[in-house]
């Protein structure tokens, strides 16, 4: 079984940046799709941003322009990177992996601790 840690979380300024790092164990990485969700306090879990085995990208309308994931499968990791955070991206950031990117956290039985994004002056 796939383990992820999740990683690069903090706190920063509204305009401001950060790297989410999401690295595996377990082999097999590079044969997945990974995903990035995130959950804010009274919110559902939502899709952010995933990519495919292949490397292609696919993202939430709201993040598009922002963030950007990215994978280095002899790290066995993947990335979020994420400018001009806004307060309302304030979350736990999770990821996951698939055979394809899943848009439907809801999909996913097991989890991992996360990692906390806050967006505040």
């Known amino acids: 079984q796939v383990h992820l840690v999740e990683s690069g979380g903090g706190l920063v300024q509204p305009g401001g940046s950060l790297r989410l790092s999401c690295r595996a164990s377990g082999g097999f990485f590079s044969v997945y799709a990974v995903g990035w969700y995130r959950q804010a306090p009274g919110n559902e879990r939502e899709f952010v941003a995933g990519i495919t085995s292949a490397g292609d990208a696919t993202y939430t309308d709201s993040v598009k322009g922002r963030f950007t994931i990215s994978r280095d499968d002899a790290q066995d990791t993947a990335y979020l990177q994420m400018n001009n955070l806004k307060p309302e991206d304030t979350a736990v950031y999770y990821c996951?992996?698939?055979?394809?990117?899943?848009?439907?956290?809801?999909?996913?039985?097991?989890w991992g601790q996360g990692t906390q994004v806050t967006v505040s002056s």
């Open positions: 996951n992996v698939g055979a394809e990117i899943v848009t439907t956290p809801v999909r996913f039985i097991n």
